[in-house]
């Protein structure tokens, strides 16, 4: 598998949520140390439950399949806290729950990447040379602007594209796998696929004239599929690391 690394690395900051019920004492973490004997919630698969399981008992873990699932977990009062990367906090779907931030650890710092097949060479380069000509042309730092901003938390005023406006059939037809519930990379706006990576997506298959299909996995079953060749690319925000 070959991960193409954005050329600007979107940085993994964990965020700690703490439930504001006034049914009971609220549990207010300062530090990582301080969720040791605690229930963290965390997404399966992912950088933040590997963090979960150093910071607390392996009983105390809550692993979920979802990007939101950790908190509504803790929405929910299933959690003592909820990790989830900085960015996520940009989204409408997270502003709505009744959550609040404690505190971010700034040393969980990570870079990004979409991933695809180590044989599959040619989209490499072509999604390569692409993304190069959105930096240069500025195309890149107007669709960070929108996906990026933490000031804008509607996510419907950050879609441009449709999937209307992407056909489905082409030179090739690419199949796109994510859970598609990872603010602000990959989510679903009025049951439409879309996000960061789906639209730099979406702008590649129009300008090459290829198809594509948005396949929905859960977090864990994404690698399977593109090693098993059932979706061409994982746009997921998948963190980079020697595994």
Not at 94 to 116: C, G, I, Y
Request: hydrophobic residues 40%.
């Amino acid at each position: 598998m070959i991960r193409f690394r954005y050329s600007i690395f979107f940085i993994l900051a964990v965020i700690l949520f703490y439930s504001c019920s006034e049914n009971k004492e609220r549990f207010v973490p300062k530090s990582m140390a301080d969720l040791r004997g605690h229930t963290v919630a965390a997404n399966s698969g992912t950088t933040q439950e590997k963090i979960a399981r150093m910071v607390t008992e392996p009983e105390n873990v809550l692993c979920l399949p979802g990007g939101l699932d950790a908190l509504v977990a803790l929405d929910a009062g299933q959690c003592d806290v909820a990790l989830i990367e900085r960015a996520n906090m940009f989204s409408d779907d997270f502003q709505r729950l009744s959550l609040e931030e404690a505190f971010t650890d700034s040393t969980t710092q990570e870079p990004l990447a979409t991933a695809m097949r180590k044989d599959d060479v040619h989209l490499l380069q072509e999604f390569t040379n692409f993304f190069d000509s959105l930096e240069v042309n500025g195309d890149l730092d107007e669709i960070k602007s929108r996906w990026l901003n933490p000031n804008l938390t509607d996510n419907l005023k950050k879609v441009v594209i449709r999937q209307r406006d992407v056909p489905k059939v082409g030179k090739r037809v690419l199949h796109i796998g994510s859970d598609y519930s990872y603010p602000p990379y990959t989510i679903t706006v009025n049951n439409e696929k879309t996000g960061y990576e789906i639209e730099l997506w979406q702008r590649f298959c129009i300008s090459r004239g290829y198809g594509l299909v948005c396949d929905v996995y859960q977090f864990d079953a994404l690698l399977p599929a593109l090693m098993s060749g059932r979706i061409d690319v994982i746009a997921a925000g998948m963190s980079v690391s020697p595994e």
